[in-house]
Each structure stands twice: as C-alpha cells, then as structure tokens.
C-alpha cells in the first residue's frame, strides 16, 4: 500500500476565514475566544476535506497564526527582549506583538520582527533572531493542543515541525558577530523533548522539514546535518525528512543517508532526482515523491506521475508514500468554489483540495491500477491533458510566430547609452538632479471606491472615466506646484500592478477565490496565464495622453515588465518561464512603442520582481539572469534613441546582480536606498554602474516625512560614488498606500533638496 499523505494545507480558509478573523481580532471586534474558535473550526474542516479527498496521514501543525516559522520560535522560547513578556509566559498578545510590532505612547514600543521571503515562493516568514546567548526551552503549546484536537477528531496526524538546521538557518544573529550554527547543540535538545510529548499523545510519524538542503549549503552546514540527525535519531517516532522547491543535488547523499526513516523530494521541480535517488536510498528507509505541484494551479498529469510511481514501487514496495511537491500552502483552497470561471478551464485547474484528491487516487493506483476510480481519474486527465496540448485557446500560431522571428537585434537600443543620453538630454530639457516619483500616489477611498462601483455596474464606464481623469488632473496639479520636473499620471486607475495589465492581455484568466497566503493576513490572488499572450489593444496610451495633455511637461509613462508579470501570475506548466516572459515582453514593447508614437517620452517599465526571480541555486542564476535581462531589452528596444527608458526596482540587495541590471540597458534606474542609508550604493563602488540612476531618498513605506537637508545628505553621499550628472532624485517606491499631505510634505523637502544640490554644484 502507498500511503497518501500531505506536507501541510493553506490555513487561511476557503474564504479567508483566518484573515477575517485575525483582522478582527486585532480591530478589538473579536475576542481571543472568537478567534481560537474560527481556528479550530478552520483545522476541523481542512482535516476533513483533506481525509474526505483521501490522504490518509494529514498533518497537523501546519495551522498558524500568522506564520509557521514564528510559530516556532515561540515553541523554542525564541523571543527577543523587546516582547519578552513580564511573567515570561508568551501569548498570542506576545505572537501578533512580534509580527506586526507593539505601539506604545510611552516608551516608543517594539518593532516587529523582520519579515522575508519563504525560499522561492511569494509567502513570507518572520525572521527568528538570535542573541550570543541564546537559550531555547518549550514555551508554547500549540502543537500538541493541535495534535491532541485531531486525535479527539478521529484523526492520524503526522506533526510537522521545521527541522532544526533549517529554522537556524532562517534566523538572524542579533547584537554581535556569532555563529548561529553554535546554536545547534542547545537547540537539539528541544527536539528531543518535542518528540517525547507526541509520542505521548500517540503520534506515529513526525515530519521535520529540512528545505535547505535543496540550497548550496557551506560544508559546516552540511556536516551539522550529519551531528544533528546522529543525535535525533535517538528521541522517539518514526521520522520524515521533508525537502522541497529544488533538487538536492550535491546533498542528496547527504539527505539520503541522514539516519532517520523516510525522505521527501520533490520530483516536480527536481525531476531529475527520481533515478539517482531510488539508488542511494538505504533499504530501510520511506521515500516520499512530491508528484503533484503544491505551488501552481494545474492539474497533475497522473499518467505521467503513475509512470514513475510504478517504477518507484516496484523497488520500494510498501516503502513508497506519495505527496503534493511542497505544502499546499503556496495553493488556493478549493477550484470547486469558482463559479464565474467557464467550464473548460476550470476543469484544467486544481487547487489544495483536488491536489489532494490526485495524490490520493495515484498512491490506489499503485496498488489497484484497474480499479474503476482510478480508471476513471486517469481517463479524465487524460482528456484533460488532451485538450491542453490542443487548445486554440492556449495555442496561438501567431504570437508562437512572432516569438520565434525574435533576432538578436530586437533586444537591442539603436546606439549605447553614451549617444541615446545626449539625444534625450537635447530633447528633454531637464536640469541636473531632475526630479519625479516612482509612479503611483496615493490610493484614496474615493479611488477604490470608484472602481468598486464600476465593477458592479453602479457607474457607467464615460463617469468612471471621468472619475479617474479628475484623480489624475489633481495628481497633475500637485507636481506641477511641487516643481517636480518628470511628472506620472499616479496610477489611479490601476488596482495592481500587475493585474492591471493581465486583465487586457489574452492569455490570462482570473478566480475569484484563488487566494494564497503572503504574509500574516495578506493574501494575494494572482492572475493565471493559461494561454499564449498577446495584447489585443493599447492598455495605457488614454491614460498618459489625456495626462500628458494636462501638462507642458515631461509626463513619464508607466508600465509593469515582464519579469515581474509572469513572477507575480501562476504560469503555465506546459511551456517555460522564458517562453511566456518574451510573449510578455513582445506585448508590452507594443505598449511602449505606442506610447512613443503618442508623443510621450520617457517610459517606466517597473521590474520589481527582477530579483526574487533568481532559482536558489547559484549554478542557476546566470541563465536566468540571461534571459530575464533579454526580455527587459526586448520591451525597451523598440523605441527611438530620444525616447528614455526607465525601470524601477524597490529593494537593495544588488550586489550579485548589479551586471545583468546594467545589461538590461534602462537609460535610468530608480532602487531603494534611504533604508539603508545609501549603504548599498556600495555595490555601484565596485562596480561603475554606467546608466543614470536615481537612489530613492527618502523611505515611503512609512508615514515619516525626513527634513530636506536629510535627503541632501543622502544626495550628496550618492554623488561621492555617481556622478551628478547621472543622479536623479524620487522617492524609493510608489506612493499608493501613503496619504496626500504626508506625500505632498515628503516631495517638497524633496524638491528643496535637488535645489540645494544644484545650487552648490553651480
Ligand atoms: N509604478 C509602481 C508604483 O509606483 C511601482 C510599484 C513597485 O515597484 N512595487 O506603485
Ligand atoms: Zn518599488
């Protein structure tokens, strides 16, 4: 028998229940009671569908409030002084105080811990911090209370728990230079004393996940794999290494050989794992094969999984456990809850609990290949597959055409930047230190409430419009009584940066409840190409002419790039990223160039996601970096040398992609830098950055308005590694989520201080 299992399930609810409910909470309009009961129930209900779908060991602590990984350092009494609780016992008070930070009128309170990306997903953790002296000891209970709650529901869990080289891993080392591995020994024990309890309330299995293993790991890392499992070993319940989002490559002997009783890998992003594996796996020892995609929205392709599946079980036999690829976290709840999606297409799609189902109906076709269910589910997605390799819908010769014409020479500008810069500089007329912001102000009420009552109908498209064109003569008006001198229409009109173009781009479908956790209660829904994309019509040029119309001058146009398109959409499995960012890229450079023709000249193509697209392997990262540098090209170099391009990328750690940014050729950049106090304009020392650049100097993601002498300090430091007259000055991010008179306090001091600049250099 091939036991079905699953890593984990999306907490947040069919309805983001658990968002609703901890928003609640958080408002005062519901009390711990209220929100502990939401959920239990949330854990109730997930356990049975996923029983209902037939997974057979479901797991347990895969619920959190707010996130798995603080979760843990709760567990092991990781919580930094700033939260400690007075009689030391942490509460969920202490948990949403070490997420979301604790206001306090009289001493300034606690910022929240930091929060970053989860491997490669779009899900982010809170990031555990560690002092020299750390002490670990169990202080939270929530486990074996969850455990304890599905024995009492009738149900065979598998807890899982973040393995210990992983959640060390994941933390920072605070107040001090320390070694967080030095860690590990008094960490150890913690499991140990974990495992006992479970094992008391008659669990079987543990999972201990241990992604990194999936990562290039420094040779201590690896050798305290060895230390640590040695010493885990010897606690009780049977054991399962889980790892996931990548192939283990140099590590897999490593992994297979840890002394535990069963490994996970997953087979949908590592396929190539699957024959090497099945050779070193001791005798002994549980394989488990991540078969079905935990991170999109597809269906599985059973035949093609069964085929290894069979193969596995022929050399495993009982041995063999079947899985989605990593947690359903990282997948919306449950397709059958979409009701506006057309038949065909939702009949391609599966979210958490048809994952389920799939994994359930491979691991019985193991064993019962004829069974009548089984005939059937593989006779459905073999239909399914069918039609997905024929589909007009998702096939179109004419852009597959137009992609395969693309030559070399699509991707380039007409001269270098030297010649381009002094056309543009003739043509604009700016002066040094020229001034803007990153493209968006400020997302009032007004706004969403406009486009509310456009989508349901309660306002005619002629009074939307004429809605958005007095937000965006108002943003007009602002700039030019600021003096900035490169104006944005402030993208009123735009929901999202990236929805906003999906939704007139063929190729893309939307959900309605497609939902997936991004951080805390923040769930993101984002948009699934499940066709060849193309655009069917210019999607901004009304927007930036009447804008352009409103001014004398320059009135910069604003689009998404493609790299961030598709890292932000659920793409296709069928064809690569590359394929679908270069269709991408094709429509948008229509996009540019008509924008070009309607007399605009300068535009902003915004790469946000440029560098969370990097594969978490290094041996990875130059072809990715190769081809997402060639789609931001191709989108750009349709124009002619006069017209600027600009990109923007709001986050700082440059300094291992500083080479492929400048390969993407924009004519000039806008980064964030006032966080880090222009710290790290230090990759631009070692490497001359030799486009123009505008270092954001000032930090919109707080409602802090810096004096004008602060920006020039900043200014004055970025002109110490670029030279003036290639420094321009904005803000380091949009405005959208800031307030008017904040936004308009920040962009004078802005302004005075460009002047000072230009003033002393005079
Ligand atoms: N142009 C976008 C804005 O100003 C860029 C957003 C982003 O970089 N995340 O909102
Ligand atoms: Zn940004």
Same mark, same amino acid.
């Given at each position: 028998?091939?036991?079905?299992?699953?890593?984990?399930?999306?907490?947040?609810?069919?309805?983001?229940?658990?968002?609703?409910?901890?928003?609640?909470?958080?408002?005062?309009?519901?009390?711990?009671?209220?929100?502990?009961?939401?959920?239990?129930?949330?854990?109730?209900?997930?356990?049975?569908?996923?029983?209902?779908?037939?997974?057979?060991?479901?797991?347990?602590?895969?619920?959190?409030?707010?996130?798995?990984?603080?979760?843990?350092?709760?567990?092991?009494?990781?919580?930094?002084?700033?939260?400690?609780?007075?009689?030391?016992?942490?509460?969920?008070?202490?948990?949403?105080?070490?997420?979301?930070?604790?206001?306090?009128?009289?001493?300034?309170?606690?910022?929240?811990?930091?929060?970053?990306?989860?491997?490669?997903?779009?899900?982010?953790?809170?990031?555990?911090?560690?002092?020299?002296?750390?002490?670990?000891?169990?202080?939270?209970?929530?486990?074996?209370?969850?455990?304890?709650?599905?024995?009492?529901?009738?149900?065979?869990?598998?807890?899982?728990?973040?393995?210990?080289?992983?959640? /060390?891993? +994941? !933390?920072?080392?605070? #107040?001090?230079?320390?070694?967080?591995? &030095? %860690?590990?020994?008094? *960490?150890?024990? =913690?499991?140990?004393?974990?495992?006992?309890?479970?094992?008391?309330?008659?669990?079987?299995?543990?999972?201990?996940?241990?992604?990194?293993?999936?990562?290039?790991?420094?040779?201590?890392?690896?050798?305290?794999?060895?230390?640590?499992?040695?010493?885990?070993?010897?606690?009780?319940?049977?054991?399962?290494?889980?790892?996931?989002?990548?192939?283990?490559?140099?590590?897999?002997?490593?992994?297979?050989?840890?002394?535990?009783?069963?490994?996970?890998?997953?087979?949908?992003?590592?396929?190539?794992?699957?024959?090497?594996?099945?050779?070193?796996?001791?005798?002994?020892?549980? /394989?488990? +094969? !991540?078969?079905?995609? #935990?991170?999109?929205?597809?269906?599985? &392709? %059973?035949?093609?999984? *069964?085929?290894? =599946?069979?193969?596995?079980?022929?050399?495993?036999?009982?041995?063999?456990?079947?899985?989605?690829?990593?947690?359903?976290?990282?997948?919306?709840?449950?397709?059958?809850?979409?009701?506006?999606?057309?038949?065909?297409?939702?009949?391609?799609?599966?979210?958490?609990?048809?994952?389920?189902?799939?994994?359930?109906?491979?691991?019985?076709?193991?064993?019962?290949?004829?069974?009548?269910?089984?005939?059937?589910?593989?006779?459905?997605?073999?239909?399914?597959?069918?039609?997905?390799?024929?589909?007009?819908?998702?096939?179109?010769?004419?852009?597959?055409?137009?992609?395969?014409?693309?030559?070399?020479?699509?991707?380039?500008?007409?001269?270098?930047?030297?010649?381009?810069?002094?056309?543009?500089?003739?043509? =604009?007329?700016?002066?040094?230190?020229?001034?803007?912001?990153?493209?968006?102000?400020?997302?009032?009420?007004?706004?969403?409430?406009?486009?509310?009552?456009?989508?349901?109908?309660?306002?005619?498209?002629?009074?939307?419009?004429?809605?958005?064109?007095?937000?965006?003569?108002?943003?007009?008006?602002?700039?030019?009584?600021?003096?900035?001198?490169?104006?944005?229409?402030?993208?009123?009109?735009?929901?999202?940066?990236?929805?906003?173009?999906?939704?007139?781009?063929?190729?893309?479908?939307?959900?309605?409840?497609?939902?997936?956790?991004?951080?805390?209660?923040?769930?993101?829904?984002?948009?699934?190409?499940?066709?060849?994309?193309?655009?069917?019509?210019?999607?901004?040029?009304?927007?930036?002419?009447?804008?352009?119309?409103?001014?004398?001058?320059?009135?910069?146009?604003?689009?998404?790039?493609?790299?961030?398109?598709?890292?932000?959409?659920?793409?296709?499995?069928?064809?690569?990223?590359?394929?679908?960012?270069?269709?991408?890229?094709?429509?948008?450079?229509?996009?540019?160039?008509?924008?070009?023709?309607?007399?605009?000249?300068?535009?902003?193509?915004?790469?946000?996601?440029?560098?969370?697209?990097?594969?978490?392997?290094?041996?990875?990262?130059?072809?990715?970096?190769?081809?997402?540098?060639?789609?931001?090209?191709?989108?750009?170099?349709?124009?002619?040398?006069?017209?600027?391009?600009?990109?923007?990328?709001?986050?700082?750690?440059?300094?291992?992609?500083?080479?492929?940014?400048?390969?993407?050729?924009?004519?000039?950049?806008?980064?964030?830098?006032?966080?880090?106090?222009?710290?790290?304009?230090?990759?631009?020392?070692?490497?001359?950055?030799?486009?123009?650049?505008?270092?954001?100097?000032?930090?919109?993601?707080?409602?802090?308005?810096?004096?004008?002498?602060?920006?020039?300090?900043?200014?004055?430091?970025?002109?110490?590694?670029?030279?003036?007259?290639?420094?321009?000055?904005?803000?380091?991010?949009?405005?959208?989520?800031?307030?008017?008179?904040?936004?308009?306090?920040?962009?004078?001091?802005?302004?005075?201080?460009?002047?000072?600049?230009?003033?002393?250099?005079?």
């Amino acid at each position: 028998m091939a036991v079905a299992h699953s890593l984990g399930f999306p907490r947040i609810g069919r309805d983001r229940e658990l968002k609703k409910a901890q928003e609640a909470f958080w408002k005062g309009e519901l009390d711990e009671a209220g929100l502990r009961a939401v959920g239990r129930d949330l854990r109730e209900t997930h356990w049975a569908l996923q029983k209902q779908a037939g997974i057979e060991l479901l797991p347990a602590g895969d619920f959190a409030w707010y996130d798995q990984v603080l979760t843990h350092s709760l567990m092991f009494g990781v919580i930094p002084d700033r939260f400690r609780p007075a009689d030391g016992k942490a509460t969920l008070q202490t948990l949403f105080g070490m997420a979301r930070g604790v206001s306090d009128s009289c001493c300034g309170g606690a910022h929240a811990q930091e929060m970053t990306k989860w491997f490669d997903t779009n899900y982010h953790y809170l990031v555990p911090e560690f002092s020299a002296d750390q002490q670990f000891h169990l202080g939270w209970d929530q486990l074996f209370e969850e455990v304890q709650e599905a024995r009492e529901l009738g149900h065979n869990v598998k807890p899982v728990v973040i393995g210990p080289l992983t959640y /060390l891993w +994941l !933390g920072k080392a605070k #107040g001090g230079d320390f070694d967080k591995l &030095d %860690l590990l020994d008094r *960490l150890l024990p =913690l499991y140990g004393q974990i495992f006992q309890r479970l094992a008391e309330l008659g669990v079987e299995w543990v999972q201990i996940d241990e992604p990194i293993l999936v990562l290039d790991l420094p040779q201590d890392w690896k050798n305290a794999f060895e230390r640590a499992y040695n010493q885990i070993q010897r606690d009780p319940l049977k054991k399962l290494v889980a790892t996931y989002f990548g192939g283990l490559e140099e590590n897999l002997g490593l992994a297979a050989n840890l002394p535990v009783d069963g490994l996970h890998i997953d087979l949908v992003r590592a396929p190539d794992q699957y024959p090497t594996i099945l050779d070193r796996l001791p005798a002994y020892k549980v /394989l488990s +094969l !991540g078969v079905v995609n #935990g991170r999109n929205v597809w269906r599985c &392709d %059973l035949e093609k999984a *069964l085929a290894t =599946l069979q193969h596995a079980h022929e050399k495993l036999g009982d041995r063999l456990w079947v899985a989605p690829s990593c947690s359903l976290l990282h997948s919306p709840v449950d397709v059958g809850r979409e009701d506006k999606l057309d038949a065909e297409l939702k009949g391609w799609l599966a979210f958490a609990v048809q994952k389920c189902a799939e994994v359930a109906v491979l691991a019985r076709a193991v064993d019962a290949p004829e069974a009548p269910t089984v005939l059937a589910a593989l006779a459905e997605s073999r239909a399914v597959q069918a039609a997905l390799a024929a589909s007009p819908r998702i096939h179109k010769p004419a852009v597959q055409a137009r992609v395969a014409a693309i030559t070399a020479r699509d991707s380039q500008r007409q001269s270098v930047f030297a010649q381009r810069i002094e056309k543009q500089r003739a043509g =604009l007329n700016l002066p040094l230190f020229p001034t803007t912001t990153i493209g968006s102000f400020p997302q009032t009420a007004s706004i969403r409430l406009a486009r509310q009552s456009y989508k349901a109908g309660k306002l005619s498209e002629a009074e939307y419009v004429e809605a958005m064109h007095s937000e965006i003569k108002h943003a007009v008006e602002v700039q030019e009584n600021l003096g900035l001198d490169v104006l944005v229409h402030g993208e009123a009109e735009r929901n999202d940066m990236v929805e906003y173009f999906a939704e007139q781009l063929d190729g893309y479908a939307f959900t309605r409840f497609g939902w997936v956790q991004s951080y805390g209660s923040r769930c993101v829904k984002p948009a699934v190409i499940f066709g060849d994309l193309s655009r069917p019509k210019a999607m901004t040029v009304e927007w930036i002419r009447y804008a352009q119309g409103l001014t004398g001058k320059v009135m910069k146009g604003m689009l998404t790039g493609p790299v961030t398109m598709l890292m932000w959409s659920f793409p296709r499995e069928d064809v690569s990223r590359e394929v679908q960012a270069r269709q991408l890229a094709l429509a948008i450079r229509d996009e540019v160039v008509d924008l070009e023709t309607a007399g605009i000249k300068i535009v902003q193509i915004d790469e946000a996601a440029f560098r969370e697209g990097l594969p978490l392997r290094q041996a990875q990262w130059q072809h990715y970096l190769d081809w997402a540098t060639e789609v931001f090209r191709l989108c750009a170099s349709g124009v002619r040398d006069e017209t600027q391009i600009h990109t923007h990328m709001c986050y700082s750690e440059f300094n291992d992609v500083i080479e492929s940014i400048a390969a993407m050729d924009a004519d000039v950049i806008t980064i964030e830098t006032s966080r880090s106090d222009m710290e790290l304009l230090d990759a631009f020392e070692a490497f001359a950055y030799p486009n123009d650049i505008g270092p954001g100097v000032y930090d919109i993601h707080s409602p802090r308005v810096p004096d004008a002498s602060e920006m020039a300090n900043l200014l004055r430091k970025a002109a110490k590694r670029i030279p003036a007259e290639r420094l321009w000055v904005n803000p380091d991010c949009g405005l959208k989520t800031r307030g008017w008179p904040e936004t308009e306090a920040a962009l004078v001091h802005m302004v005075t201080a460009a002047r000072q600049l230009r003033a002393e250099l005079a």
